[in-house]
């Protein structure tokens, strides 16, 4: 019997890189938390501001991140799934009402293409890679990480809808059934959400799985649910967004974290 140790490079090395270049994602994670937390502490122009900015810091983090823990090919795989599928189904449901329902973007957050602003498919890539993760962390077989993965993501928009619909930054033309506890919002939409989120997750898992050192989209996944469910209940005043927010995506991210604490992968 022979023994094969492997001595190649890692998923997570980047080879000869400069030794500043691991704490780009850390950096640009930071920066979004901060314009997170002063995002809660300002109005007007300033907070419009503030979501541009956490969303590019959290796409930056992402791609930066995907990059040197899996590689180029990989990282230009998932941009072009999540950028793809995010931009085909905004546009249609904009001009369509479908996936989601009846509802139009307002100008604030920038520069659009067929009424979807350019910044929405970047939010969409940073919150799919940590909900991806996640689910493999939990599951092998593709049909639970597509389901656990599914579920994850579209309950991220449990708290982000009500919070931006409040903002402005889209309107509802018509609710008809809701969810109890979060008005003025289709249940449509979150069906919507959840079909295309279990579609895009699936086909993120074609790609391949790599075991790298995850401590940057495991931090982004644990702030965005832990500051929106605190956001919803003492800020914004929205219990009912806090309640279905934190029930759908606990359900997957308290079995994740005793999963990363008790079966640590280094």
């Known amino acids: ?7 190649g490079p890692h998923a997570d090395r980047g080879g000869n890189l400069p030794p500043w270049v691991p704490f780009v994602p850390w950096t640009l994670l930071g920066i979004g938390v901060a314009a997170q937390i002063a995002w809660v502490l300002v109005s007007g122009g300033p907070r419009t501001a503030l979501t541009i900015v956490s969303v590019l810091a959290f796409f930056g983090a992402t791609v930066s991140h995907a990059r040197l823990a899996r590689r180029t090919k990989w990282t230009l795989q998932y941009l072009g799934i999540t950028l793809g599928v995010s931009m085909l189904v905004e546009v249609l449901g904009v001009n ?10 307002s100008s604030a957050l920038g520069p659009q293409v067929l009424g979807v602003p350019l910044l929405i498919p ?4 940073s919150m799919a890679y940590p909900c991806l993760l996640a689910a493999q962390r939990l599951a092998v077989d593709p049909l639970a990480t597509t389901i656990i993965g599914g579920v994850l993501f579209a309950g991220w928009d449990l708290f982000l809808d009500p919070q931006m619909v409040g903002e402005g930054y889209w309107t509802w033309n018509s609710v008809g059934w809701h969810l109890p506890g979060i008005d003025g ?5 979150f069906l919507g959400w959840l079909l295309t989120a279990l579609a895009l997750v699936w086909l993120l898992d074609r790609l391949p799985r790599r075991v790298a050192k995850d401590g940057v989209p495991a931090v982004m996944l644990s702030w965005v649910y832990v500051s929106n469910v605190l956001a919803a209940l003492v800020f914004f005043g929205r219990p009912g967004a806090a309640i279905w927010g934190g029930l759908v995506m606990g359900a997957i991210i308290i079995p994740w974290w005793w999963r990363s604490w008790s079966q640590p992968q280094w």
């Not at 019997?1 to 001595?7: A, D, H, P």
């Not at 369509?96 to 973007?105: I, T």
């Not at 919002?185 to 939409?189: A, E, G, H, V």
């Open 1 to 7: 019997m022979s023994v094969r140790i492997y001595s």
């Open 96 to 105: 369509a009402q479908f996936p989601f329902g009846d509802y139009d973007y």
């Open 122 to 125: 970047l939010a969409w890539a």
């Open 185 to 189: 919002i289709p249940l449509q939409n």
